[in-house]
């Protein structure tokens, strides 16, 4: 029978990503000869025997090893279901990884990540600012079970980050929990250093995962299992999903610790159901697609923003020659600066609303990576459940305006910006230099 590696070469050559993601992991004759995969929306399944059950329920709960050759076969969708195994074979393929899963959501894609691989009297590093949730879920749920959270700043250098290490008590750090760039003010992380100081400090026994968020520029401008990452995870109801039409997340590693991981997926019933299973199938077909193309209209548009008298300043991978570390950052990570810009406007929150509540073709609304672009203020949405002083010392302003780019021509975007910013009162400091 033909296995995946066969599927995924022609001729001894590997076929890329995008091609890949019309057909790897499913062959027409088990459906009738469908091109697509069929939704297997079942719950259960069928056993040919007593015995076949019980050797499918011995490996499930790890009762034995598997024989070699030997997979675990379907039992319930809970556990596994075809839709679902599909949809993880093609996760895997941006991010080289061996293996994924798909969640509910990206917050249960996190949430059951974190819980399996942490213990009561763990402590996590993680970078600031994070999406709000999971700051949420770091700083008020965790330590429930005996976990604490510590946070660093994206643009700590080595030596700071190292000095923070020292100061958490020894064989307590268990993880470093990193979202780059970060939610919403585009900082980027060195996964590198992050790596190099989890191996550093880790040990066999008591080994430092580094827990990567990927989603603003993966899978396709960013491969953090490449420089160093043990675990990257995905909002894919975001750029994976790309159509506003879904919730899902996605975790990928290597098969012990997605074995974890997925284990207490089961047993936590965050799982990802067979219909959204498939339509992330057919929007993983047209995801380099969508994300080039929003991509090129974001730089326009950022490039655009930069120069505009109501902009204080922007916020983009493309405009960060005040900080040659994150450049640095850039060069190595990065394959592109992706959609995601965000702005201070000039002003405060007043004139911020003034702005969002005037676009037209861009839609208010939270969420990101969709074929429509959409504007968001962070401060009071996304991350309104951090306090005003932590804001502050992370860089979200009063100010900020989040910017999803998508699909839309980016001059139509210009177009309805503009008449934005004309709705907004001009403060006496850009009239001057209108009038300059």
């Known amino acids: 029978m033909p ?17 890949l993601m019309m057909s790897y992991g499913y062959t027409p004759a088990w459906s009738e000869g ?42 319930y969708s809970r556990l596994n279901n075809p839709s679902l195994e599909i949809l993880e074979h093609r996760l895997t393929l941006w991010d080289g990884a061996e293996e994924a899963a798909s969640f509910a959501s990206g917050m249960a894609a996190i949430s059951t990540t ?39 700043r994206p643009t700590a250098t080595p030596e700071e980050l190292t000095a923070q290490v020292a100061g958490i008590e020894q064989g307590r750090l268990a993880m470093i929990f990193v979202e780059t760039p970060a939610n919403p003010t585009n900082h980027l992380v060195d996964l590198e250093a992050c790596a190099a100081l989890a191996r550093q400090h880790g040990t066999p026994e008591n080994p430092i995962r580094l827990v990567v968020d990927n989603t603003f520029l993966g899978p396709v401008f960013q491969h953090p299992l490449k420089h160093g990452a043990d675990v990257v995870l995905y909002s894919a109801t975001k750029f994976l999903g790309g159509h506003s039409d879904l919730i899902a997340g996605a975790a990928l590693a290597s098969k012990p610790l997605m074995k974890e991981i997925k284990a207490m997926r089961t047993f936590m019933g965050t799982m990802c159901d067979p219909n959204t299973g498939w339509m992330l199938m057919r929007s993983l077909e047209t995801l380099k697609l969508r994300m080039e ?19 204080a300043r922007t916020y983009y991978l493309t405009h960060l020659e005040h900080c040659p570390s994150q450049q640095d950052i850039y060069r190595r990570h990065c394959l592109s600066p992706g959609s995601m810009i965000s702005f201070d406007i000039k002003g405060g929150e007043p004139e911020a609303f003034r702005f969002l509540n005037a676009l037209r073709l861009i839609k208010l609304a939270v969420s990101l990576g969709g ?38 021509d980016p001059r139509d975007l210009m177009l309805d910006l503009e008449q934005a910013f004309a709705a907004v009162e001009v403060p006496q400091e850009a009239t001057e230099l209108v009038m300059a």
């Not at 296995?3 to 091609?19: F, N």
């Not at 090129?296 to 548009?301: L, N, W």
Request: glycine share 8%; hydrophobic share 40%; no cysteine.
């Open 114 to 152: 974190l819980l399996a691989l942490l213990k009561p009297g763990d402590v996590v590093l993680h970078s600031e600012p994070v999406y709000g949730g999971s700051d949420f879920f770091l700083k008020n749920v965790l330590p429930k079970f005996g976990i604490t959270a510590v946070g660093f």
């Open 3 to 19: 296995t995946l590696h066969d599927h995924a070469h022609i001729g001894g050559q590997p076929l890329r990503p995008e091609s």
């Open 293 to 311: 193309r929003a991509a090129q209209s974001a730089h326009t548009i950022a490039d655009w923003l930069r120069q505009h008298p109501l902009v």
């Open 34 to 75: 469908a091109i697509k995969p069929p939704i297997f929306q079942t719950s259960t399944f069928v056993f040919s025997s007593a015995e076949q059950g019980k050797a499918y329920f011995e490996l499930a709960y790890g009762l034995r090893q598997a024989n070699p050759d030997e997979e675990m076969g379907l039992i």
């Open 371 to 408: 074929t429509e672009s959409l504007a968001e203020h962070p401060a009071t949405m996304t991350h309104s459940d951090i306090s005003v002083p932590e804001q502050a010392e992370m860089g979200i302003t009063a100010q900020m305006i989040r910017l999803s780019i998508g699909v839309e």
